[in-house]
T-cell receptor, first 110, second 110 residues
Framework: SQTIHQWPATLVQPVGSPLSLECTVE??????LYWYRQAAGRGLQLLFY??????ISSEVPQNLSASRPQDRQFILSSKKLLLSDSGFYLC?????????FGPGTRLTVL | EDQVTQSPEALRLQEGESSSLNCSYT??????LFWYRQDPGKGPEFLFT???AGEEKEKERLKATLTKKESFLHITAPKPEDSATYLC???????????FGQGTELSVKP
């Protein structure tokens, strides 16, 4: 079965600092991978998805970028964080028609 | 535009008091409706997928149903461990991405 790891679990960063969140997946090859953000209102917003190495689709233009350097690794980055980047960041993969989520990273920008 | 609205935003029940959560949706060509459970500080946990009106799925005290406009998550004789936020999402035929509702926060008191 697939297992999704996210690192770090929590992060507190100052405004203007860079960001790198990592997602790795075990138990599958060539997975579809997704980055979501969940703000205080509880809804999940799709940020990026990837169908393969180096293939990134952006859903919402913003201060963030994503990269997929390896088959089972998905990175979410920012050069300069904004206060509005605070939230719960979730990585997901797809099996059949369903999406399965990792444990998430809680990001607080101060 | 694909849209999902969940109600109520919050629901408080006594243990054993059955109730239903609602998920209303508009989507161009429904490919699937998904229910997730999310505990505080954790990633969403997949519960059900429904594909067509009239379909029903059950798991322990939970039963999900689907019509052409909405889905219900029925909770029978809930227990305190059923307390969580329940998320609904739809997948349409435009790009295949999931559109999430804001969730219903369920609290079950002993």
């Amino acid at each position: 079965s697939q297992t999704i790891h996210q690192w770090p679990a929590t992060l507190v960063q100052p405004v203007g600092s860079p960001l790198s969140l990592e997602c790795t997946v075990e138990g599958t090859s060539n997975p579809n991978l997704y980055w979501y953000r969940q703000a205080a209102g509880r809804g999940l917003q799709l940020l990026f998805y990837s169908v393969g190495i180096g293939q990134i689709s952006s859903e919402v233009p913003q201060n963030l970028s994503a990269s997929r350097p390896q088959d089972r690794q998905f990175i979410l980055s920012s050069k300069k964080l904004l206060l509005s980047d605070s939230g719960f960041y979730l990585c997901a993969t797809r099996r059949g028609n369903e999406q399965f989520f990792g444990p998430g990273t809680r990001l607080t920008v101060l | 535009e694909d849209q999902v609205t969940q109600s109520p935003e919050a629901l408080r029940l006594q243990e054993g008091e059955s109730s239903s959560l609602n998920c209303s949706y508009t989507v161009s060509g429904l490919r699937g409706l998904f229910w997730y459970r999310q505990d505080p500080g954790k990633g969403p946990e997949f519960l059900f997928t429904l594909y067509s009106a009239g379909e029903e799925k059950e798991k322990e005290r939970l039963k999900a149903t689907l019509t052409k406009k909405e889905s219900f998550l029925h909770i029978t004789a809930p227990k305190p461990e059923d307390s969580a936020t329940y998320l609904c999402a739809v997948q349409g035929n435009q790009g295949g991405k999931l559109i999430f509702g804001q969730g219903t926060e369920l609290s079950v008191k002993p």
